[in-house]
């Protein structure tokens, strides 16, 4: 993002690959179609624009990270968001915004976008003469609706004539975010808030969205989320912008050099400084000068010495913390088990269990109810022996007359205390 702009506000362009809607807060009107350049044309050249990515082309994941670092932190995120996005690690860029997390470390909410996305992106602005000021993705104008309503936990629900978003608020931060075809009825589009929630590990939240859905238990939106996005101040205070690979490298190359120029820059007045001192002292005390010199250098080496084996005794036990959770964990792999079973709902039959040690854990299962597997991840997530348990398919079906759902969920187990009362074989047989 840029901090040179114009006093007038932004468009917001809401993009996807095959569609796109501009909106302007000047005129507050609308105009869509296939892509920038063949929508806009020359109209606005010279305007800035938000383009916020659709939910169908964006990713959107929250990792706990630890306290380190802005650059340490861009590679935890990058670490951490590569095993949960379906794309390899050179067809996608990723961006992140930092939360405070209830316990150690902080949280991050990390986005990813396709590179060819991002670059077609800046290629249809730059036809129409448009400068994008930020790209990111269109499920945090839900977040900055949510704020506005001073709501913390929400479902933030639009509807067109075709599809439905949904964008997953929880503990005052995006937490998910999916688009899907429009349900056929009322019930099925509350059953699927409540899949939605679940999936993103929130037990219960009201909804926000236009009076036209008619939901219980429902808050109004007075504008549009897209609205929130013309603040480009709200964005550069609270947000982030993708980048294409080649800028990013650009402008580490350019903090580089700027902290080699200031160093050098130092080190020159430094010498000067030096020197002019040297030549003003007399004959009679230069003996004591070049002692003092010398002592100088040498309690200088020392301090730098004392930095450096500072630094490697910090690195040598952040090193050893992570050894220790890999190589000496708290929770054996039967206690994994015995948890799940005990917390697995009477309508819930668990079918399947992959488990290795440091990778997520695999659960499948089927119910008769979506709200049994929203009550098994909610049970799970409130276990301290679990963490960031989500669920990542669902898929109904029937057999004979009877509704089936069979779902899988994927999470971290965490090492905590043994089971004090282990669970009879008679009950983990039956689920």
């Known amino acids: ?78 670490l951490k968001l590569a095993p949960l996005i379906p794309l390899k690690p050179g067809e996608y860029v990723s961006a992140f915004r930092l939360a405070e997390n209830r316990g150690v470390g902080k949280l991050a909410i990390a986005a990813a976008i396709k590179t060819e996305s991002l670059r077609k992106i800046y290629d249809d602005c730059e036809k ?35 599809s439905l978003s949904l964008d997953v608020i929880g503990g005052g931060e995006l937490r998910y975010s999916r688009a899907l075809p429009l349900p056929e009825s009322s ?19 009201s909804v926000l969205g236009n009076a036209a859905l008619a939901i219980a238990d429902q808050h109004v939106l007075t504008l549009e989320p897209i609205e929130y996005l013309a603040d480009i ?51 009679s005390t230069l003996t004591a000068a070049n002692g003092y010199a010398q002592a100088r250098k ?14 490697a005794n910090r690195q040598a036990s952040e090193s050893q913390a992570l050894l220790n959770v890999g190589f000496r964990p708290s929770q054996t ?14 309508s819930v039959w668990l079918t399947g269990l992959t488990l290795e040690r440091g990778k997520p854990i695999l659960v499948r299962g089927s119910t008769t109810s979506s709200k049994s597997v929203a009550d098994f991840v909610s049970a799970i997530n409130a276990n301290p022996r679990f963490r960031n348990v989500k669920v990542v398919s669902a898929t109904k079906g029937s057999i004979g007359k009877t509704t089936v759902i069979q779902f899988a969920l994927v999470g971290r ?18 689920r």
């Not at 807060?25 to 609308?30: L, Q, V």
């Not at 920038?36 to 706990?64: C, K, M, N, W, Y």
């Not at 790209?135 to 929400?154: E, H, I, K």
């Open 1 to 78: 993002m840029t901090n040179s702009r114009s006093h007038t506000p932004p468009l917001v362009i809401e993009w996807s690959p095959m569609w796109v809607r501009v909106f302007d807060s000047i005129s507050r009107s609308s105009r869509a179609g296939p892509n920038i350049h063949e929508t806009l044309g020359d109209a606005f050249s010279g305007r800035e624009a938000v383009v916020a990515v659709s939910q169908r082309s964006s990713f959107i994941r929250t990792v706990p990270v630890p306290n380190v670092a802005h650059d340490e932190l861009e590679k935890v995120v990058a």
């Open 128 to 162: 129409s003469g448009i400068r994008p000021l930020a790209v990111l993705p269109v499920a945090f104008g839900s977040w900055l609706a949510a704020r506005a309503n001073s709501l913390q936990t929400c479902v933030v629900v639009e509807a067109d004539d075709d």
């Open 187 to 205: 019930a099925e589009l509350e059953e699927e808030i409540v899949r939605t929630a679940g999936i993103a590990g929130v037990s219960s939240a």
């Open 233 to 283: 101040h709200a964005i550069e205070r609270l947000l982030f912008s993708f980048e294409l690979p080649e800028r990013l490298a650009a402008r580490r190359r350019k903090g580089r050099r700027g902290v080699a120029q200031r160093a050098i820059a130092a080190a020159i007045v430094g010498v000067a400084s030096v020197a002019a001192a040297y030549w003003s002292y007399t004959n």
């Open 298 to 311: 040498e309690l200088t080496s020392a301090q730098s010495d004392q930095s450096a084996a500072a630094v």
């Open 333 to 346: 792999m039967s206690d994994v088990t015995t948890a799940l079973a005990q917390l697995a709902p009477k």
């Open 413 to 430: 187990a965490t090492g905590l205390l043994p089971i004090d009362q282990p669970i009879s074989r008679d009950l983990v047989v039956r």
